[in-house]
Nanobody
Framework: QVQLVESGGGLVQPGGSLRLSCAAS????????MGWYRQAPGKQRELVAA???????NYADSVKGRFTISRDNAKNTVYLQMNSLKPEDTAVYYC???????????WGQGTQVTVSS
């Protein structure tokens, strides 16, 4: 079992920045592909960004050039740096750890991000 704890959400004005963190409970963190998802009210959960254990990343088109995902395997932590935030980025952001070989799929409890003036 892997427990994920997100932090760093909050209220920010349009154009501002936030950095989300997700700390994992296990030291074998590096074998998991990590992702950040978000869910806005009335909408489906969507992938925002993902990063493999080796550091390859991909992004939703809506956040390319504004968000950066990174991981520190020594600290069992994945980050999401969010810049130039827009009101449409408002959502609950969830951290995900996945290993298809082991059939593991874990989620954090979510952290609220609100972009508003």
């Amino acid at each position: 079992q892997v427990q994920l704890v997100e932090s760093g959400g909050g209220l920010v004005q349009p154009g501002g920045s936030l950095r989300l963190s997700c700390a994992a409970s296990r030291s074998i963190f590096s074998i998991y592909n990590m992702g950040w998802y978000r869910q806005a009210p009335g909408k489906q959960r969507e992938l925002v960004a993902a990063i493999t254990g080796g550091g390859s990343s991909n992004y939703a088109d809506s956040v390319k050039g504004r968000f950066t995902i990174s991981r520190d395997n020594a600290k069992n932590t994945v980050y999401l740096q969010m810049n130039s935030l827009k009101p449409e980025d408002t959502a609950v952001y969830y951290c995900n750890a996945r290993n298809d070989f082991l059939k593991h799929d874990y989620w954090g409890q979510g952290t609220q991000v609100t972009v508003s003036s």
